[in-house]
DNA sequence: GAGACGTACAACCATTTGGTTGTAGGTTAG
DNA sequence: CTAACCTACAACCAAATGGTTGTACGTCTC
């Protein structure tokens, strides 16, 4: 079964977004490998504990993470959905230009013809 | 041959921050497909020539596109190397992932033992 | 040479972003 | 119960972003 990429612009805005800055990336990471509470995470970083909870949000609303309440932690997940979702439009570019390379060599034949 | 995945934090913020605009990812498809002067593209969107100058300008700063001179026109054509390198990030993370689930496999074993 | 075309760039503006501190509320430990 | 811990959220601020208009300069056409 193939992944549908029924994914607006908005969402791709706020996708890579989210991926476009160092801090985000690696608290992806981080909670790639296993999940970890906001405080654990603000820990890793030399900002402040709300600097790294807007971090969480903004990776949160491109739906990159997910949170679960756990007594008084929430434990942030990371969701590897959305990060196939970013590498399809990529390959999908990619692809653009394999495209364009085909059509010129098509022009090459024709020359030759 | 592997392509070196040598890039900076800053480089990579670039590059997804490019990537993060409607606008930016369609005058990427233009230029994979077949270069496009400025104008060219400008008469394509509701903007001014200006503000697709800018995003251009922007595409450019993170290596997506080059432009050449062609008389008084400026050519823009899309780079795919920096597509790669940010598609390679995204399944570089996604590995993580896929390690979660083998510690997660192992562990079970370990019960079983 | 004159005017039209294509581009670059500066100046300006509203909004968003990424950070801060402070306040308040729910949860756990002693 | 009280104190410490974890989180949420508002208010504020500087800088970056995405847009605009205006000006200037090289290039093509006639």
């Known amino acids: 079964m193939v992944v549908r990429l029924d994914i607006t612009d908005e969402?791709?805005?706020?996708?890579?977004?989210?991926?476009?800055?160092?801090?985000r990336r690696d608290i992806l990471r981080r909670?790639?490998?296993g999940e970890a509470s906001v405080s654990a995470l603000a820990g890793a970083y030399d900002m402040s504990f709300a600097a790294v909870q807007k971090h969480v949000a903004v990776l949160e609303a491109a739906g990159l993470v997910h949170k679960t309440t756990s007594g008084r932690e929430?434990?942030?997940?990371?969701?590897?959905?959305?990060?196939?979702r970013a590498r399809s439009l990529?390959?999908?570019?990619?692809s653009?230009?394999?495209?364009?390379?085909?059509?010129?060599?098509?022009?090459?034949?024709?020359?030759?013809?």
């Open 31 to 33: 909670t790639l490998v």
């Open 11 to 23: 969402e791709l805005d706020k996708l890579f977004r989210a991926l476009a800055d160092t801090t």
């Open 74 to 84: 929430r434990l942030v997940r990371a969701d590897p959905e959305q990060i196939a």
């Open 96 to 113: 653009l230009w394999r495209h364009r390379l085909d059509r010129l060599d098509a022009i090459l034949s024709e020359d030759l013809e």
């Open 90 to 94: 990529l390959v999908e570019l990619e």
